[in-house]
């Protein structure tokens, strides 16, 4: 079973609003990621957890809050975000971080920011 | 110049045409690569990966790397409507920092 599971699916949020964005993975992965995607465009790196702990933060505006609770979830916290952070948000997970390993993909959720 | 070259298309063939999709890649480092397929508003799903020169062939779909030209292919037979979506490709030394191709848009016309 090659299932990660993102909820929720689709999330409109205003600007001063507090969410969050959950994944599961139950495939015994020890590295999760956040992907965002814009429209027409590949997925961009947002972070990397490696065994519950935060190993990659590409530059990534404070407003977004990630959390991994457990080796089978991973969160986005979500607040004050500009409409510009509208996008497609991808939980992606791979055996183990580092080489000779692929990565699986949920289906995202799509986030409009009001 | 991009790390990861792929041609956007779109690019629309018959149904039953051979598909071919292609990337180029600089960074000799990358040992690992890997193709997705992404329905329109789902998450990307990963077809093919190999981490070696040399051809993978799984049902109608066939990977084929070649480092010393630094391109990767893929190839896709007996091409169906239910083919149509964008393919990714994505390569690196591993999962934890996937440089993606733009993405080809490709239709299959019944």
């Known amino acids: 079973d090659t299932e990660v599971t993102q909820t929720p699916k689709h999330l409109v949020m205003g600007m001063t609003n507090k969410k969050s964005l959950k994944c599961e993975q139950h495939m015994g992965h020890r590295a999760m990621y956040w992907y965002k995607q814009k429209a027409k465009k590949p997925p961009e790196l947002m972070f990397v957890y490696s065994y519950e702990k935060l190993s990659i933060n590409e530059s990534v505006p404070s407003r977004f809050s990630p959390e991994c609770p457990n080796s089978s979830l991973l969160n986005l916290h979500l607040h004050a975000l500009q409409p510009e952070d509208s996008a497609l948000y991808l939980c992606?997970?791979?055996?183990?971080?580092?080489?000779?390993?692929?990565?699986?993909f949920g289906q995202g959720t799509r986030l409009t920011v009001v | 110049q991009k790390e990861v070259e792929q041609d956007p298309g779109p690019l629309s063939v018959p149904e039953g045409a051979i598909v071919s999709l292609n990337c180029t890649y600089s960074?000799?480092?990358?040992?690992?690569f890997m193709w997705y397929r992404q329905y329109s508003r789902k998450g990307p799903e990963l077809l093919m990966y190999t981490y070696s020169s040399g051809n993978k062939e799984d049902g109608r779909f066939t990977a084929q790397v070649d480092k010393s030209s630094k391109y990767i292919s893929l190839f896709i037979r007996d091409s169906q409507p239910s083919d149509s979506a964008t393919y990714l490709c994505a390569m690196g030394p591993g999962a934890q920092k996937l440089v993606f191709g733009q993405g080809t848009r490709l239709t299959i016309n019944p």
């Open positions: 992606a997970s791979s055996h183990r971080q580092g080489q000779n390993t692929e990565a699986f």
């Open positions: 960074n000799s480092a990358f040992q690992y």
